[in-house]
T-cell receptor, first 110, second 113 residues
Framework: NAGVTQTPKFRVLKTGQSMTLLCAQD?????MYWYRQDPGMGLRLIHYSVGEGTTAKGEVPDGYNVSRLKKQNFLLGLESAAPSQTSVYFC?????????FGQGTRLTVV | AQSVTQLDSHVSVSEGTPVLLRCNYSSSYSPSLFWYVQHPNKGLQLLLKYTSAATLVKGINGFEAEFKKSETSFHLTKPSAHMSDAAEYFCVVTSNAGNMLTFGGGTRLMVKP
């Protein structure tokens, strides 16, 4: 039982490049989330999904897109990376109460 | 909309002394509240949760928190700090529909020998 798995764990992008972060969960959870963590700002919600085929904007959605084509996967895309998107990204899935988090993806945009 | 304020960005205690991490929330309904811990370069782990049952909630590793509606607080405590408690702690509140989780800014706990 892997829980929540994020790939990749580390990535360096050049400004303007695109990439996709993958989050996979094996707990059959309906809710999935993408957060970014920056020093002193806690975790801020980028986008979330309440079930397969659904997505919704969170607190800081600009510059990101998401898709939930399969219940177990939640993809976060950066179409044109900017240095302001340098951050640690966490995916989470949630059942009735507790949210389970992945180990994070450290993204640097140069 | 809901919000969470963690009143201290850093807390330093000596090993064996009590820990108090403060959290205040703002909500127009009765929320669910959580405390998560993040050790350096790790993911987040649930410490405890309040879901409208008992107001005093016990979690893992000797931590507990008390929900006080009148004070809109959910402070985290531990009677005796251990070196392994050094980490960042996040207070989290659910939205009205229960579909979103809003994080506080975090409190970094340092434990001195």
């Amino acid at each position: 039982n892997a829980g929540v798995t994020q790939t990749p764990k580390f990535r360096v992008l050049k400004t303007g490049q695109s990439m996709t972060l993958l989050c996979a969960q094996d707990m059959n959870h309906e809710y999935m989330y993408w957060y970014r963590q920056d020093p002193g700002m806690g975790l801020r919600l980028i986008h979330y999904s309440v079930g397969e085929g659904t997505t919704a904007k969170g607190e800081v959605p600009d510059g990101y897109n998401v898709s939930r084509l399969k219940k177990q996967n939640f993809l976060l895309g950066l179409e044109s990376a900017a240095p302001s998107q340098t951050s640690v990204y966490f995916c989470a899935s949630r059942g009735y109460w507790e949210a389970f988090f992945g180990q994070g993806t450290r993204l640097t945009v140069v | 909309a809901q919000s969470v304020t963690q009143l201290d960005s850093h807390v330093s205690v000596s090993e064996g002394t009590p820990v108090l991490l403060r959290c205040n929330y703002s909500s127009s309904y009765s929320p669910s509240l959580f405390w998560y811990v993040q050790h350096p370069n790790k993911g987040l782990q649930l410490l405890l949760k309040y879901t409208s049952a008992a107001t005093l909630v016990k979690g893992i590793n000797g931590f507990e928190a008390e929900f006080k509606k009148s004070e809109t607080s959910f402070h985290l405590t531990k009677p005796s700090a251990h070196m392994s408690d050094a980490a960042e702690y996040f207070c989290v509140v659910t939205s009205n529909a229960g579909n979103m989780l809003t994080f506080g800014g975090g409190t970094r706990l340092m434990v001195k020998p």
